[in-house]
C-alpha cells in the first residue's frame, strides 16, 4: 500500500511548527527583476512554473510564498524530490532575489475584476 505524500507547503509549515512562524526573520532585501531571472537560469521554472504557479513536478510557490526561512531551508536541505541548492551552487543574496521575485507576483484577478467576463467591454 502506498503512502499519500504531504504536500510540500503542509509539510513545510508542520517541520518548522506552528509556533514557529512569529519566530520567523524578515526575508533580506532583494531585486525582484534580477530574482526571475537566476529563478529561470537555475531551472526552477521547470517544476513551478514561470510565475511560480506550480506544475505537475513542483508545488505553487506564488503569489504568497511561504516565509523566506522555509524557502531558504527547502532550498538548502530539500525535502522530497528536489535538488540541493547548496551556498556554493545559488548564493544567499540569489536567494533574496528570487524570493522577492515571487513575493512581487500578484494574485490573479477574480472574475468579478474581468470586464470582458461579465459582458463588459
Known amino acids: 500500500m502506498k503512502r499519500a505524500r504531504l504536500p510540500l507547503a ?3 509549515f508542520l517541520a518548522l511548527g506552528a509556533g514557529a512562524a512569529s ?3 524578515a526575508a533580506p532585501k532583494g531585486d525582484a ?4 531571472t537566476v ?3 537555475y531551472g526552477c521554472y521547470q ?3 514561470y510565475q511560480g504557479q506550480g506544475g505537475n513536478a513542483g508545488p505553487r510557490l506564488a503569489p504568497g510564498p ?3 526561512d522555509a524557502v531558504d531551508r527547502q532550498l538548502r536541505k530539500p525535502r522530497d524530490r528536489m535538488p540541493v541548492y547548496t551556498h556554493k551552487t545559488v548564493s544567499d543574496q540569489d536567494v533574496a532575489d528570487m524570493y522577492a521575485y515571487l513575493t512581487s507576483i500578484p494574485k490573479a484577478k477574480t472574475v468579478a475584476e474581468i470586464p470582458l467576463l461579465n459582458g463588459r467591454p
Do not use: E, I
Open 39 to 41: 529563478y529561470v537560469a
Open 47 to 49: 517544476c513551478h512554473g
Open 66 to 68: 511561504l516565509p523566506f
Open 23 to 25: 519566530a520567523q526573520t
Open 10 to 12: 503542509l509539510a513545510l
Open 33 to 36: 527583476v534580477h530574482g526571475r
